[in-house]
C-alpha cells in the first residue's frame, strides 16, 4: 500500500533578499500529493518554475516530523532579527499560518545559520528551510 503524503495543505517555503530590484529568491512549494516545484521570485513575480519531482517516501517521513517539530515551535512569536536594510528573509507558509524569519543581508549558509539558532523556533525553521533545500536539490 501507497504511503499517504503528510502534507495537508500546500507549503510554500520562501528564501528571499531585499535589494534593489524588490525580494529577490527561490520559493520552494510542496503540493499535498508530496509534489515539489522549485521557482525564482523576481520583485513581485514568482517566475515559472525550474524544477519539479516529487518526494520520496523517506522524505515524506523526515518532512513529516520536520512539520511536527515547526507545529509545536511557537513560529508566530518568533520574527527573528530587528528589520535591516536589504533583510534576507526565510518565509513558511502551511496550514493557513506564516512566519517569517528575518536575518542580516546575506545571512550565510541555512546550515551554519540553523547550528547558531540552536533548538528554538528560529533553529525550527531553518532545520525544516534547510532540508527543503536539500531533498529538492534546490
Known amino acids: ?48 518554475p525550474h524544477k519539479d519531482g516529487h518526494l520520496t517516501p523517506e522524505q515524506q517521513v523526515r518532512l513529516k516530523g520536520l512539520l511536527d517539530r515547526v507545529a509545536s515551535a511557537d513560529l508566530a512569536d518568533q520574527p527573528g532579527a530587528e528589520p535591516q536594510v536589504n533583510a534576507r528573509r526565510i518565509t513558511l507558509t502551511y496550514g493557513g499560518k506564516e512566519a517569517v524569519l528575518s536575518l542580516a543581508p546575506g545571512g550565510g549558509d541555512l546550515g551554519s545559520l540553523r547550528a547558531v539558532a540552536g533548538n528554538g523556533p528560529a533553529g525550527a525553521l531553518l532545520e525544516l528551510a534547510d532540508t527543503v533545500k536539500s531533498m529538492t536539490d534546490g
Open 1 to 48: 500500500m501507497a504511503q499517504e503524503c503528510p502534507i495537508s495543505s500546500l507549503l510554500t517555503l520562501k528564501d528571499t533578499q531585499d535589494g534593489v530590484a524588490g525580494e529577490t529568491g527561490m520559493v520552494w512549494t510542496i503540493a499535498p500529493d508530496c509534489s515539489f516545484k522549485i521557482a525564482r521570485q523576481v520583485g513581485f513575480k514568482t517566475l515559472d
